[in-house]
């Protein structure tokens, strides 16, 4: 993989296209097979910029790979994969804005109370400019 970087374009299409036999040959997991030739195609983007995506497929015969059933189901676990990471995100991006949200909220009470902004902002991890921003409404 490391020698394609380095190759001349010629020499770097045909190893490529061995390097992808081999690994259709040698690697059972469909995850890994992906992983691994979307690496090569990593590597070729950067070693020839003036061609798109499609071409640099085509030119190592990649598109009858992904028609392939272990290909697509391998792409859907991935797909799947990035979408469980993305509510996880999603989620804590949700929870910190909801914290954030009812501490602003407590501060009018905390104000009433005779809490001075300073002491308001230092206990509950606020910004102070936000606490004197909400004492002055």
């Known amino acids: 993989m490391l020698k394609l970087i380095g190759m001349k374009a ?3 299409a045909e190893s490529a296209r061995e390097l992808i036999a081999r690994t259709r040959e040698e690697l059972a997991d469909a995850n890994a097979q992906r992983k691994f030739i979307e690496l090569i195609e990593t590597v070729f983007v950067y070693k ?5 995506r499609e071409e640099i497929e085509a030119m190592f015969g990649l ?4 028609q392939t059933k272990v290909y697509q189901e391998a792409k859907a676990e991935g797909v799947e994969e990035g979408r469980q990471e993305g ?3 999603g989620l804590q991006e949700g929870r910190q804005e909801g914290l954030e949200e009812g501490k602003l ?3 009018p009470l905390l104000l009433k109370a005779g809490i001075k ?5 230092q ?9 004197q921003k909400i004492a002055q409404q």
């Open 48 to 52: 020839f910029p003036d061609l798109s």
């Open 117 to 121: 902004p300073e002491d308001i902002a």
């Open 10 to 12: 010629e020499l770097a």
């Open 87 to 89: 509510l996880q995100e």
């Open 63 to 66: 598109n009858e790979l992904k």
């Open 123 to 131: 206990q509950l991890g606020l910004d102070l400019a936000a606490v």
């Open 105 to 107: 909220a407590a501060v």
